[in-house]
């Protein structure tokens, strides 16, 4: 069964997004039926998905490559999850265990490693191509798949599809085998040219014998330009630059690690450096590892979750340490009883919160929250990605900050990224240094930070742009008699504690919800509505999606308890002509009248 809608930005049900990208990170659920078949699980929607939102949808690269390890080193009936390390794949193998009465010797780990030190290219050496693979009986994937979802930690398509080539060709195998000699590998073929994708030239084939290109990869590495790996550290870099606030300009990555640091850079952003960045594959992981890490730190007491919550950070705090206290509503009457609680002595690992909250685009009161926590003792989380670090700075009110850099900061649907960033200016700093210093790993796959800093270089300017597209949306839903409400940081209740964080030249985020009087209204506009749709936000492109439907299908009742109504549309505003992204709307508004 095929979707037909008569609009510009018609994409099929199942088809990426942005459409014949082979590493997207959206994919297009067009019609509000098929969000909801979707999560009913529908054939109609599930057997047309070429992809999905990379942590719910096990990419197909990925699949191939598990399918091919278990059929060498596993049994029948069995499946396998792949991580970047053997401490990941630990950490997936005790969760697994100790939710499955029996399953210890029943799950157990394929650690993958280049052959020998003879085999390994510069540019192996470079990107270090490893997987661990944590294989168990099919019957518990549902179990195995909640620690890939909450930890963010599982490999990327891109290092899956890299390395499933080298263990076809037998560079890649099982690490007690490595003293068995093979020739030297140099990566996948179009990889090995050189061409530098910073200054964007084009490889000369004019003497060379090509395969054909795949269209999905001419896309994916815009219209020829190679990756060259050898740029990873630099890449690397140039994005822990821009996220510590060093680089205020668009900028190429030469001028990126070229770059004299801002003599006053610690003054306008709040202490943040580049040494306190720190890259992970994912926003979630940086959430999972950032809580992690307190634990390790200070112990496995309860946290606190703060304001309607992405859904991954609450079961994050639910499911690997002793628990939450939930606050769902953000409000200060529930900082009262987070105060009256700490007074008669109860004690918490750490505050966890979104600013703004996703979707109500609330703001929590961090000025308050800092001060509680510098008085009973306990760290203070926040995740910018809605805001971003160019509209606010929470740093000052927070021991860490952490983003999704798959969203706004890149932008392009095509990468996945995350960042958690230390406080240096924090009461806890040197202890939290050093945990990190004892624990981090950089598991952000080669490729990955090369597409994650080409897509970041003007992100000052695009920012710019979806503040204004944003507002100009906004003022032509609040307009509408049918609209009940819209959602967004300078309309909320809560823009006080926006505005206390916002910078100088800040505006207020591209993220906006709007719930309509009826359902019926709801879904008209959704449907009518002619933008990308599907899961995510941050795009260069609108993108828009009935958001409670498909993140907390399973728990309707439970969101509306905390004033989370089913029927909201939550939209990431894009880069399009203001003018004719105004029309766009008002054309979806107007069919709540037909």
């Known amino acids: ?15 990426s997004i942005p459409p014949m990208t082979a590493h997207a990170v959206s994919v297009s659920l067009p019609t509000w039926k098929a969000n909801v078949g979707y999560e009913e699980g529908e054939d109609w929607v599930v057997k047309s998905m070429k992809t999905g939102y990379p942590r719910f949808f096990i990419h197909k690269s990925i699949e191939a490559f598990a399918n091919a390890i278990v059929s060498k080193h596993g049994q029948s009936g069995e499946r396998a999850m792949l991580f970047p390390t053997h401490v990941i794949a630990e950490r997936c193998r005790n969760f697994i265990t100790s939710r499955v009465s029996g399953a210890e010797q029943l799950v157990r780990i394929v650690d993958l490693v280049p052959i020998s030190e003879k085999a390994r290219s510069e540019e192996l050496t470079i990107i270090s191509p490893r997987v661990s693979a944590v294989l168990f ?73 090509t395969e054909p290109q795949d269209p999905t990869q001419f896309v994916e590495e815009r219209f020829g330009r190679n990756l060259d790996i050898s740029k990873t550290r630099n890449a690397k870099l140039a994005v822990r630059r821009r996220i510590a606030g060093s680089l205020t300009a668009d900028v190429g990555l030469t001028e ?89 002595g109860q004690r918490f690992l750490a505050l966890f919160c979104e600013f703004p909250g996703n979707p109500q685009l609330r703001s ?68 939290l240094k050093h945990t990190w210093s004892q624990d981090y790993e950089d598991h952000h796959w080669a490729e990955d930070s090369i597409f994650l800093e080409r897509n970041s270089r003007d992100f000052v300017s695009r920012i710019e742009r979806i503040n204004t597209n944003a507002e100009a949306i906004c003022n032509v839903l609040r307009a509408h008699p049918r609209v009940k409400n819209v959602y967004y940081p300078k309309y909320s209740e809560t823009r006080t504690h926006y505005d206390n964080c916002r910078t100088p030249k800040g505006g207020y985020g591209g993220l906006l919800s709007v719930t309509f009087h009826s359902q019926a209204d709801s879904i008209t506009f959704f449907d009518q509505l002619d933008s990308s749709k599907g899961p995510s936000l941050g795009t260069n492109f609108t993108l828009s999606s009935p958001y409670v439907i498909l993140a907390h299908y399973g728990e309707l009742d439970w969101c509306a308890s905390w004033g989370v109504e089913a029927d909201l549309v939550r939209v990431s505003v894009g880069l399009e002509e203001p003018s004719k992204l105004v029309s766009t709307f008002q054309r979806a508004l107007d069919a709540l009248s037909r």
């Open 364 to 431: 929590p009161d961090l000025e308050r929250i800092h001060a509680l926590a510098d008085k009973y003792d306990f760290y203070v989380v926040v995740d910018e990605t809605i805001g971003n670090f160019l509209n606010v700075n929470v740093l000052p009110y927070a021991d860490i900050v952490v983003s999704s850099l798959t969203k706004i900061f890149s932008g392009d649907s095509n990468v996945m990224g995350g960042s958690l960033v230390l406080n240096p200016k924090g009461k806890y700093y040197k202890e």
């Open 256 to 344: 990126a690690i070229s770059a004299q640091p801002d003599v006053n850079h610690d003054e306008k952003h709040g202490g943040r450096s580049e040494d306190d960045v720190y890259l992970y594959p994912c926003g979630m992981s940086s959430i999972f590892n950032a809580h992690r890490n307190l634990m390790a730190t200070k112990g496995p007491l309860k946290s606190i979750v703060y304001g309607f919550p992405y859904i991954d950070t609450l079961k994050i705090v639910e499911k690997f340490s002793p628990g939450a206290l939930f606050y769902g509503f953000g409000s200060s009457k529930e900082l009262d009883d987070l105060e009256t609680r700490l007074e008669g």
């Open 1 to 15: 069964m095929t979707v037909s809608i008569q609009n510009e930005n018609d994409i099929e049900v199942g088809e």
């Open 137 to 209: 009986p099919q019957e518990h994937f549902p179990v195995a798949k909640q620690f890939w979802q909450h930890s963010g930690d599982g490999v990327s398509s891109r290092r899956a599809e890299y390395c499933h080539g080298l263990f076809v060709e037998g560079v890649l195998v099982e690490s007690s085998t490595i003293n068995i000699s093979s020739r030297p590998c140099k990566g996948p073929r179009r990889y090995q040219n050189k061409a530098s994708i910073d200054l964007g030239k084009p490889v000369d084939k004019s003497n060379s014998h």
